[in-house]
């Protein structure tokens, strides 16, 4: 059924959480894909250089302790795993990939790390279920 699952991940518990329902999911599905995907917040260009560059530098060192921490949690599945790592609005980079990458579903986290912990759930989320071209598995 779901073919080619679609993992978002920030870090955060949930997120990790994410992870461990994604593999479950595709082993139990037998799926094809598990596509794991970083979205990171662009570095405003006004910090100049060198500072602009140590930034992005240490935003992108940091998507990539992330992604090698989920891919660990995901551990070995049946499917083919690829790894993404996008500069942008996290939601619109989850929507954007999931509709070029034809996704059958997405997992993700119900609270990243965002400053709004109290949510129930949280503004990417949110956004996500709202305008997803496939269904979204929320974990908490």
């Not at 679609?6 to 094809?32: F, I, P, Q």
């Not at 060198?50 to 599945?77: C, M, S, W, Y």
């Not at 990939?97 to 109290?118: F, K, P, Y």
Request: aromatic share 4%; hydrophobic share 45%; glycine share 6%.
């Amino acid at each position: 059924m779901f073919k080619k699952v679609l993992l978002a991940v920030d870090g955060s518990e949930h997120a990790l959480n994410a992870a461990r329902m994604a593999a479950n999911l595709t082993r139990n599905m037998k799926s094809e894909e598990l596509r794991i995907v970083v979205a990171y917040d662009p570095i405003p260009p006004y910090f100049g250089e060198p500072t602009f560059q140590h930034a992005v530098n240490a935003r992108l060192k940091e998507a990539q302790e992330i992604l090698k921490k989920a891919v660990d949690v995901v551990g070995t599945v049946p499917a083919k795993i690829h790894t993404e790592l996008i500069e942008g609005d996290s939601a619109e980079a989850i929507i954007n990939i999931a509709e070029t990458r034809q996704s059958d579903v997405i997992v993700m986290g119900s609270r990243g790390l965002g400053m709004l912990a109290g949510l129930v759930l949280g503004s990417t989320s949110q956004k996500v279920v709202s305008h997803a071209p496939c269904p979204v598995l929320i974990v908490r």
